[in-house]
């Protein structure tokens, strides 16, 4: 599949009080194993009182991520672009829950993708929130076909090389360096390949 991107992007669909962030990302384990692919979350929208006139600017404030999709595959296995693949359905504030796998997930990510987001109901119970009903669960089935096609063109088939990769998660360098460190005492771990966020990451803190 071919894409259009080439520079830092991170794709918003902005609800009545939900909204899906769709992304490339890249991160390194523990284990040193490096994974790249499409991160999908949904997160509440604090939503607030209108200020101004009538025709004033609004803030758009998205908090309060409660579910996480990450359609990922390891730098080590080309052969298997889905094979880091998993989900997590809940967040203890910021901090996500445990990696769940899912077979369906690995083997068809895009149509387990579109079964999630068609059931937002499900989603919020999942995370311990109220699904309260509203206009939000019809509005992101109607959208799910291109929010899936959004994630799709930044998924782990579409190989980028360590640069372009670079380029479209060049914010993420911090967190990067927080995993390097991590993995610091792993022998396998590719500082090379790693050079351009930790460099990046050294001239923010020093800069």
Do not use: N
Not at 47 to 52: A, E, I, M, Q
Not at 68 to 82: K, N
Not at 130 to 148: C, G, T, W
Not at 160 to 168: A, G, Y
Request: charge should be negative; proline fraction near 6%; glycine fraction near 6%.
């Amino acid at each position: 599949m071919s894409h259009t991107w080439r520079s830092g992007v991170l794709i918003t669909y902005s609800f009545t009080t939900t909204a899906v962030t769709v992304r490339r990302w890249f991160e390194v384990g523990v284990d040193a194993v490096m994974e790249t692919g499409a991160r999908i979350e949904l997160a509440l929208r604090d939503v607030r009182p209108h200020r101004g006139s009538e025709s004033a600017a609004q803030p758009l404030v998205v908090d309060r991520t409660f579910w996480r999709a990450d359609i990922f595959g390891r730098l080590d296995r080309p052969d298997a672009p889905y094979g880091a693949a998993h989900f997590h359905p809940h967040f203890d504030g910021d901090e996500p829950s445990d990696r769940v796998w899912d077979r369906h997930l690995t083997e068809h990510p895009w149509e387990w993708l579109d079964e999630q987001l068609r059931d937002l109901g499900r989603l919020l119970r999942a995370a311990g929130l109220p699904d309260e009903p509203d206009e939000d669960a019809e509005a992101l089935r109607l959208a799910a076909p291109q929010i899936v096609a959004t994630a799709r063109s930044l998924g782990p088939e579409v190989r980028l090389d360590r640069d372009e990769t670079f380029r479209l998660t060049r914010d993420a360098s911090h967190r990067i360096a927080l995993m390097v460190e991590l993995a610091k005492d792993r022998p396998d771990l590719d500082l090379d390949h790693l050079a351009p966020w930790l460099e990046r990451d050294r001239a923010q803190r020093t800069g």
